[in-house]
């Protein structure tokens, strides 16, 4: 099979993606699920049936034995379909054969983690209806007893998790306490790990709330915002109370959802495993917020005019008609590898779980017939502050999350680390992140950093200013909103991509000046002691199109971004991108790509380099 990041297969090859559509959505949520996404659940639930273990995916084979929950994310929807005919009807009865036949066919394959979360969902939700000795025969439910457990993926001894990020804590409590609800085992152990859960979460979230995905190192993104609207679904889900607590820090995750409100339906843009990941984050954290009446009145009825543009621009932009599937992998996206297209025929199920499951919650709040609210641009701008900043974490180094709202975008600049194996990738570099304008390349690794200078010294070293941030502060004047921080060294650019490599003999001063219409960054770089910087590269992979240069001055006819200038490097250039496989976001491919360098420096201390960009 060829490897998705390399190239695209026949079958997922296509035109150009074509942007978010964005006039109002006149259909309620609901009309959009019914209309759209159980006829695509039909289609995949018939196409199992058919080709069975054959099955193939906008030409790729789905059962490859890469996709480790893929039985779980069939479960749910499978059960989705059951559970959404009409009691005492030939559909009704032909549901429950086919989702018997289908977890026959399925038992004896892998599911982990996640895979068993979802498949005890799935169960427990047939159990709740009273169909669940109908659906699975009795020798595979045993099976499914006896592998359907937290204890494949969690140590026993102490609770530890098993090579596995902070947010499978709430995996592993769900599967724990799903098996209690369908009768497998006591209370106890989904009280324990519910207690690991929750322990764990506010040590490794401090008192601003957010969780390190690391034990510390400083990988913050959108799971990191997530996790705990994912433990108030848990626990509304399995009917547990959601302690105040816990409505307390969703409160904080709710701020950022609304703060990024827009009626692109764009999501969270940095991290990784964003792509649909992203938009869908904010469905499941805003959903869990109105439930728990974490919002008001008015933010509730905003939240779902936000939520019902990321499912109109789901069915629009993320949903491939003439393929029958989710589209993440061609027309120039790109996914990391944890999410790549050997998982096409999960992706597409976990997603319309996703979006299933988040409108059922809005139905139940009695939103079921209701249009979603037109002005949504109009309130966001008037209630949403234009800059805010979020703490996650303060110590040694310092994490934030800046978000600043400008002409209908919004720019989310992550102030973080993204750990062991994340650090080098440009989803988590110091960038004003924004959908259709900046962009970060999965997997990119130290290759073509990503409008951050790589500096090269005399000795051959070279180093970029990604890890280690100081001292975050911001101001505001007549002219615009300024964020600085400092860094007392660099990261070295290396083939090691784990933890990051701190070099001190560079150090620096960063200051972003957001202003209407405009994104500038100014670095100042100290070199101490013999250290001598001989070579500064600076790159720029954009979405805009059809430049034409003038000095260090870039001007784009075409895209988003407008302008793009440089100060303080000699020489600019710019080349048109096509059908080059690296430089591919989740939401498309870039156009073009400014690299501007400057390769006899003179020995000067401050070093100081300006970027600036224009948009529309």
Not at 180 to 201: N, R
Not at 370 to 376: A, N, V
Request: hydrophobic share 40%; glycine share 6%.
């Amino acid at each position: 099979m060829l490897l998705l990041n390399e190239h695209v297969h026949a079958g997922m090859a296509g035109s150009e993606v074509a942007p978010p559509v964005t006039t109002p959505v006149q259909q309620p949520m609901n009309y959009l699920v019914q209309e759209a996404l159980y006829p695509q659940l039909d289609f995949l639930a018939q196409k199992l049936l058919n080709e069975r273990m054959q099955t193939t995916l906008a030409g790729y084979p789905a059962f490859n034995g890469k996709d480790k929950f893929l039985p779980g994310k069939i479960a749910t929807g499978m059960a989705h379909i059951l559970l959404n005919t009409t009691a005492a009807t030939p559909a009704r009865e032909q549901a429950l054969k086919n989702f018997h036949d289908i977890a026959d066919m399925t038992v004896a394959l892998d599911n982990h983690s996640w895979g068993i979360y979802y498949y005890l969902l799935a169960l427990h939700q047939i159990h709740e209806a009273g169909l669940l000795e109908h659906a699975v025969s009795p020798a595979t439910l045993a099976k499914l007893k006896q592998q359907l457990d937290w204890r494949s993926f969690v140590n026993v001894s102490d609770l530890k998790l098993i090579n596995l990020p902070t947010n499978y804590y709430g995996v592993a409590f769900g599967v724990a306490r799903l098996r209690m609800l369908l009768g497998w085992e006591s209370v106890a152990s989904s009280e324990q790990l519910l207690s690991k859960l929750l322990t764990h979460y506010d040590a490794h979230s401090g008192q601003y709330g957010f969780s390190d995905e690391t034990d510390g190192e400083g990988r913050f993104d959108r799971y990191s915002i997530l996790l705990i609207a994912e433990i108030c679904h848990r626990l509304i889900e399995t009917g547990k109370e959601v302690r105040p607590d816990l409505k307390l820090k969703l409160r904080k995750a709710a701020d950022i959802a609304l703060a990024m409100s827009n009626t692109h339906g764009d999501g969270f843009s940095f991290g990784r495993s964003i792509g649909a990941y992203g938009d869908t984050a904010i469905l499941e954290i805003l959903s869990a917020s109105a439930y728990l009446g974490v919002l008001t009145a008015e933010e509730k009825d905003y939240a779902y005019a936000y939520s019902t543009r990321i499912f109109n621009k789901f069915r629009s932009f993320w949903y491939d008609p003439q393929l029958h599937s989710v589209d993440l992998w061609s027309k120039g996206r790109k996914t990391d590898a944890y999410r790549g297209v050997h998982r096409v025929l999960g992706e597409n199920f976990s997603l319309l779980h996703q979006l299933l499951t988040t409108n059922a919650i809005w139905v139940k709040m009695g939103y079921a017939q209701t249009i979603p609210k037109s002005d949504l641009q109009a309130w966001a701008d008037k209630t949403q502050p234009r800059f805010r900043l979020d703490w996650f974490a303060r110590g040694e180094y310092d994490r934030a999350l800046a978000t600043y709202r400008d002409r209908q975008h919004v720019f989310s600049l992550l102030l973080a680390n993204g750990g062991p194996g994340q650090h080098a990738n440009s989803p988590y570099y110091a960038l004003p992140f924004s959908s259709e304008l900046i962009a970060g390349i999965p997997d990119s690794g130290f290759a073509h950093p990503q409008l951050l200078p790589k500096l090269t010294l005399d000795d051959g070293t070279e180093l970029i200013a990604t890890a280690f941030i100081k001292n975050i502060q911001t101001t505001n004047d007549a002219e615009g909103q300024y964020l600085t921080y400092q860094q007392d060294g660099l990261t070295r650019m290396t083939a090691e991509t784990k933890s990051p490599q701190k070099d001190t003999r560079v150090k620096l001063q960063s200051r972003y000046q957001f202003a209407p219409g405009s994104i500038s960054r100014t670095d100042e770089y100290q070199q101490t002691g013999t250290a001598r910087i001989r070579q500064v590269s600076l790159e720029f992979a954009s979405f805009s199109d059809e430049a034409s240069i003038d000095g260090n001055s870039i001007s784009f006819s075409q895209g988003g971004i407008t302008k793009f200038s440089v100060e303080g490097l000699e020489y600019c250039s710019v080349k048109k991108l096509v059908n080059d496989t690296y430089f591919q976001t989740p939401s498309g491919p870039f156009k073009s790509l400014i690299t501007c360098t400057s390769k006899q420096l003179i020995p000067v201390t401050p070093l100081i380099i300006k970027w600036t960009m224009q948009y529309q």
